[in-house]
């Protein structure tokens, strides 16, 4: 009786000591990645750990859960295969074929074995379910494979801001490089202000940070201690480390676009900032364990945007295309502009490509330039650099050919391209095609 | 036990009247809520849909491109600075209200499209858009039609060039595979669905 009575016991603990353990692991956010089934993709390892984030509490995927982060840049680059192109009931024939109106027909996570580029679980040649007739309406296309509709400087699924063929029409013959190549103007500020006293702060506080104050574009503009130490209230307690909450009173904006790629997208679902560690792109091991902040670009107090432009990127990265930067024409045209020697807009960092400005309209229709701190922005396909960055300096022809070099892209641009994209031929075939049905038929 | 009776039958008589009100009310609020036949609500939406293009192409199109060339219109708007052309303008509507699920859809297609996604395909369109042709756009086409398992009443009105830019554009346009419309024609037509029960 008294065995039977400890087995009991033991088989009782065994139960709750499951459940328990099952509910840590569930609850936990650092360690939800038992459960997960499969490798995630590049684009969301890091969120990983926070199944909640697209799940639903059974592991659902949420309805919402694609367009909580993708939605704004779909709309931004006029997406040419939304949700309502398919569920209007005439096109109900296609989604028998592919379920286009849901994201995760194409993106579907932890699948790592058929996950192809941009997080695509379709097979290469998908486009064939709706437009296997194109040959008919493009004879151009004719015996081109359905698998190399998105290559590079072709097609994408959703974003051909740059591909069209009456824009890539208007840029045939376009030199490799214009005559005056320029990237977007840092904007003009207003007349600086003086330079005011930075205000109330700790006794102890260094002289090198109220130097370093003194000099930059902060006390330019007027923006003493106070307005990041204190959020602007004298009667507010005095913060020693401000985090976003005091960059994001005047720079919502950037810290917005931070939040939305890959350097700030763990703390916009409630995680630990991201560490080089974390990441799956080679980077420095001196810098493996820095948590991602505005401060890891723009040192505390010295906000020097020209050294978080290429300096403060080589601190961590550390692949193919980022050790060859220095070496590169485009490094070279930098430091010129930096030395004074060139002039501004001319030199080409890293933030040139990956965190450009841009000019655009605000929420009173003004235009305004601002920087967009969303590196993934521009740059998943490559393609979508061409309008953003590329064509500042560079013609059209060129690009695509270049953006399709994967060595040359590794090599950091350190020459000619030695791939060649047939988009432009097939359109001048094509426009000479249609010349010659216009012309009157001669004996 | 005199009481508990008197109690019940009070009790059962006040149910009664209650329920003959309660039908009467629901019965007098069915008879009262307007209702309109689909076609009506096709009839309607698609005078809706007419008259703003209407007024956007000969109002603001036409005028200010065409008359007073203070602006162009272009098919790629946005790149060029220009208005959208009013097919566009009366498509992006139509991907608007399609995106917010609100129980129609429309399009407009035509026989002879630019773009290649607007031809007719159903049999209903098909129809549709050769019976309007036929009658030159004196009347439009109703007919239902069963679209992915459900059931649609699908009405089909003629869309007629009506300024010289529509012609001007269709006729040549590089991928339009007609160029001998003339002002008055029926150059295709506006298809809306209504889900029928």
Not at chain 1, 58 to 67: L, S
Not at chain 1, 72 to 89: A, I
Not at chain 1, 130 to 141: L, M, Q, V
Not at chain 1, 313 to 339: F, V
């Amino acid at each position: 009786m008294k065995r039977k009575t400890i087995l009991w016991l033991a088989w009782c603990g065994v139960l709750w000591g499951g459940a328990g353990l099952c509910a840590t692991l569930f609850f936990s956010k650092s360690r939800q990645s038992a459960f997960i089934p499969g490798s995630t993709t590049h684009g969301h390892h890091q969120i990983e750990n926070d199944c909640q984030v697209c799940h639903t509490p059974w592991m659902g995927v949420k309805t919402d859960a694609c367009n909580q982060c993708h939605a704004e840049d779909l709309k931004k680059f006029r997406d040419t295969h939304p949700k309502s192109k398919f569920t209007d009931p005439r096109n109900v024939d296609r989604l028998k074929s592919i379920s286009a109106d849901e994201c995760i027909t194409c993106h579907r996570e932890h699948r790592p074995e058929i996950t192809h580029a941009m997080g695509v679980t379709q097979p290469d040649d998908y486009c064939y379910h709706c437009h296997k007739d194109i040959a008919k309406e493009r004879p151009t296309h004719k015996g081109l494979p359905f698998s190399g509709c998105n290559a590079s400087g072709c097609h994408n699924y959703h974003d051909n801001t740059a591909l069209y063929e009456d824009f890539i029409a208007k840029h045939i013959g376009e030199p490799d490089t214009k005559a005056k190549p320029r990237v977007v103007a840092r904007p003009v500020r207003a007349e600086p202000k003086t330079p005011t006293f930075p205000g109330a702060y700790p006794a102890d506080t260094d002289a090198t940070v109220i130097h370093d104050w003194q000099a930059s574009a902060h006390a330019r503009a007027g923006v003493a201690c106070l307005e990041c130490h204190q959020l602007g209230n004298a009667s507010k307690p005095w913060i020693q480390k401000p985090s976003y909450d005091s960059c994001s009173r005047c720079h919502d904006t950037e810290v917005k676009g931070f939040q939305a790629g890959f350097h700030g997208m763990r703390i916009a679902a409630g995680l630990s900032p991201l560490t080089p560690a974390m990441a799956q792109l080679p980077m420095k091991p001196s810098s493996a364990h820095r948590e991602l902040s505005c401060n890891s670009c723009h040192a505390p107090h010295a906000y020097d945007t020209r050294k978080a432009a290429a300096e403060s990127c080589l601190q961590c990265h550390d692949d193919a295309h980022s050790r060859a930067y220095q070496a590169s024409p485009h490094a070279k045209l930098w430091a010129a502009e930096l030395a004074g020697t060139a002039p501004a807009g001319s030199g080409v960092s890293c933030a040139t490509c990956h965190l450009p400005r841009s000019s655009h309209f605000d929420e009173n229709d003004e235009r305004i330039v601002t920087v967009e701190h969303n590196q993934n922005a521009n740059l998943r396909p490559d393609d979508k650099m061409i309008r953003t960055v590329c064509l500042d300096c560079h013609g059209l022809p060129m690009v695509l050919d270049a953006l399709a070099d994967r060595a040359l892209i590794n090599r950091n641009f350190d020459g000619p391209p030695s791939v060649h994209v047939e988009s432009i031929d097939l359109i001048l075939r094509r426009k000479a095609a249609k010349q010659k049905e216009k012309q009157p038929h001669t004996q | 036990m005199k009481t508990v009776k008197t109690i019940l039958a009070s009790a059962l008589l006040t149910a009664a009247v209650v329920a003959l009100l309660a039908t009467r009310s629901f019965a007098a609020d069915a008879k009262d809520t307007p209702s309109i036949t689909p076609k009506t609500m096709a009839d309607a939406l698609h005078a809706v849909m007419d008259s703003d293009r209407t007024v956007y192409t000969k109002n603001v199109v036409n005028r200010l491109a065409n008359q007073e060339k203070v602006i162009t219109a272009s098919e790629h708007f946005v790149d060029d600075k220009a208005l959208p052309l009013p097919a566009q303008m009366f498509r992006m509507g139509s991907e608007m209200v399609t995106s917010k699920n609100v129980g129609f859809t429309y399009s407009l297609l035509s026989k002879w499209p630019i773009n290649k996604q607007n031809a007719p395909k159903t049999d209903a369109e098909i129809a549709g858009l050769d019976a309007v042709a036929a009658n030159g756009g004196k009347e439009a086409y109703y007919t239902t039609e069963e679209l992915g398992g459900k059931k649609y009443f699908t009405a089909v009105y003629a869309d007629v060039g009506g300024v010289a830019a529509c012609i001007k554009c269709h006729n040549n346009h590089e991928d339009s595979p007609r160029s001998d419309f003339k002002l008055g024609d029926v150059m295709g037509g506006v298809v809306i669905r209504i889900p029928a029960q």
